[in-house]
């Protein structure tokens, strides 16, 4: 697959790049991209909900009222989940959602969702894309040039580049991560794939074989 290179401007180059069919035109498996993002919402659980149990709220265990004789139940203590201010039966408790996935299951699933990009027409190929210094207008100005303006689009840096990801962190729609840095979520979440071309290198090393 053939995309053209464009200027961060917007405008042509007037040349192509080959995309590797390895990694973007393969046949995506639906089943190993929910794995994969199951894991990546999982992980980032906190897991820190907490509700207190009968042994934890603060009442008396005083028998509060006699044995028989008053029509209801038996009743011993007012911590019980049965009164208001009681413990709650079965609450959740801190635990760790993060669970392993297999290396082989994550590039997978990072391939199929290149490729369902690559098939929906949606990825946009730069030459380069650098800032001198951290300007929000001039960044969004670029997607403008992109027709990018208003979708939301996931940048792909070769390498880190402080003044790209400051200038675009106050943009709700758009997000800058390294080529190293991609995951499955964060491709399907956004609607449009823009590659600065030296980092299709960095990809291909990644995740071909």
């Known amino acids: 697959m053939e995309v053209s290179v464009k200027l961060s401007s917007g405008k042509d180059t007037g040349r192509t790049v080959k995309l ?52 209801g139940a038996r009743a011993g203590s007012r911590k019980s989940p049965l009164f208001v201010g009681g413990g709650r039966v079965f609450g959740p408790q801190p635990r760790d959602y993060s669970f392993k996935l297999n290396k082989k299951v994550k590039r997978l699933a990072r391939i199929s969702a290149l490729s369902y990009k690559a098939q929906q027409n949606n990825i946009t190929v730069l030459e380069s894309l650098s800032m001198d210094a951290v300007k929000t207008k001039a960044y969004a100005g670029m997607l403008a040039g992109l027709s990018l303006g208003d979708k939301k689009t996931l940048v792909v840096l070769p390498e880190s580049n402080k003044n790209v990801y400051l200038s675009s962190r106050n943009l709700g729609h758009s997000k800058v991560v390294t080529a190293s840095d991609l995951n499955t979520y964060d491709i399907l979440n956004a609607q449009n794939l823009v590659l600065v071309e030296s980092a299709l290198p960095v990809i291909e090393k990644t995740l071909a074989k």
Do not use: C, M, W
């Not at 390895?22 to 980032?44: M, R, S, W």
């Open 20 to 71: 590797n069919e390895e990694i973007f035109g393969a046949e995506p498996n639906d089943h190993v991209i929910y794995l994969d993002v199951k894991q990546i919402l999982a992980n980032k659980r906190q897991g820190t909900h907490k509700s207190k149990q009968r042994n934890e709220v603060h009442g008396t265990t005083k028998k509060f009222k006699r044995q028989k004789g008053t029509g």
